[in-house]
Structure formats: C-alpha cells, structure tokens
T-cell receptor, first 115, second 111 residues
Framework: GAVVSQHPSRVICKSGTSVKIECRSLDFQATTMFWYRQFPKQSLMLMAT?????????EQGVEKDKFLINHASLTLSTLTVTSAHPEDSSFYIC???????????FGQGTRLTVV | GQNIDQPTEMTATEGAIVQINCTYQTSGFNGLFWYQQHAGEAPTFLSYNVLDGLEEKGRFSSFLSRSKGYSYLLLKELQMKDSASYLC????????????WGLGTSLAVNP
C-alpha cells in the first residue's frame, strides 16, 4: 500500500487564488519531506525541503513567499501555492526519505491547473 | 557540479532487451536509484545500487560501476506497458539527503 498519501490528485483553480497540497506519511514518521515540481516532459525539480518543526529550506530561484511549506507534525507536510498564476500549472510531487534510506517514497502527485 | 547524464529518448521492440545508461560525478557518491514514471503519474521505485555489480529483479536489472561513475538499467522481454520515462537519481554524501535527478529517458516500446 501507499506509504505517502498526497491530496488532491488534481485541482483547477482561478488565477490569484491559493491552493493547498497535503502529503501525509502513513507509516514511518516523516521528519523530512521533499517537494518537487515537474513540467511536461521534464525531470523532477526540487523546490524545497521541509523539516518537521522548523523552517523549510528552499532551492535557489524558488520564492518562499509564494510556495508556503508547513511541516508542523511528523506525519503531515503541506505546500500552499499562493496567488497562483497560469505559469504555476504543473505536476507537484512530495517525497519522504525512507527509513532505511534505500528507497524514497513519493506521493501520488498533484496536477495543478491555473486558469 | 553533480550532473546526471542519460539519453533523452530510446525506442525498442516488444520482446527485445534495452539498456538505459546513466553517468554521474563520482565524488561523494552515496547510492543510485532508478525510477519508472508513466505520463501523469508519480515515479515508482525500481532499484537502488550502492555497491558495484548487477542487481537483478525479474525482468529489470541494474548495474553499477562506482569507479567509472556509470550505471545502466536493463529491461528484458519488453512489454508495451514498459513505455515510460526512466529516471536515474544519485544520492551524494553531505547533501542533506537530496537526490540529484537526471532528465529521464523516454522509452517507447513498439509492437
């Protein structure tokens, strides 16, 4: 079964609104969650690393005020896309590091379309 | 840098064998992953190599040579459902557990 549950799988929103994406760890506690964005036919681009109980670490070029990450508990990390624009339309995926560090568990992904 | 290189596209025939190569920077290497990703879906884990040699899992095998900074994914008895993107990702020591991702190899399996 799924180790990381990500919701929603698809969302359509209007420009200027905000969208929250949740990733929930179903077995091992997730002290660290990685958030990725993937444009069509491109590879995964790491956006930020969220750590339980502390501020997220953002990759260069990613606006921290636009992509808000909250990791308040060991089982839940959220990404909020604020004031969304059509160029934010993408596939967003979370990943938590496996307990044995031999696998990396992905959420199911969220297809965001901003109209 | 920590560039991961893999071919952009490959084509193969159903029932055949295909090898997808991946090269990476060797300094600080701490493990290599292969993932399969179908369009519109999240990647699914295929294999993890940290020691030299071949790891076999059914129709899929993965090989690693740490000294050469080289890995390949071998897919045997290809099926149409194997048409997907195959992502190579490398873990480096001291990189806060981040994976460095290749751009992926889009494999098309033809009848």
């Amino acid at each position: 079964g799924a180790v990381v549950s990500q919701h929603p799988s698809r969302v359509i929103c209007k420009s200027g609104t905000s969208v929250k994406i949740e990733c929930r760890s179903l077995d091992f506690q997730a002290t660290t969650m990685f958030w990725y964005r993937q444009f069509p036919k491109q590879s995964l681009m790491l956006m930020a690393t969220s750590n339980e109980g502390s501020k997220a670490t953002y990759e260069q070029g990613v606006e921290k005020d636009k992509f808000l990450i909250n990791h308040a508990s060991l089982t839940l990390s959220t990404l909020t896309v604020t004031s969304a624009h059509p160029e934010d339309s993408s596939f967003y995926i979370c990943r938590k590091r496996g307990g044995m560090d031999t696998e990396a568990f992905f959420g199911q992904g969220t297809r965001l379309t901003v109209v | 840098g920590q560039n991961i290189d893999q071919p952009t596209e490959m084509t193969a025939t159903e029932g055949a064998i295909v090898q997808i190569n991946c090269t990476y920077q060797t300094s600080g290497f701490n493990g290599l992953f292969w993932y399969q990703q179908h369009a519109g879906e999240a990647p699914t884990f295929l294999s993890y190599n940290v020691l030299d040699g071949l790891e076999e899992k059914g129709r899929f095998s993965s090989f690693l040579s740490r000294s050469k900074g080289y890995s390949y994914l071998l897919l045997k008895e290809l099926q149409m459902k194997d048409s997907a993107s195959y992502l190579c990702a490398v873990k480096y020591a001291g990189n806060n557990r981040k994976l460095i991702w290749g751009l992926g190899t889009s494999l098309a399996v033809n009848p």
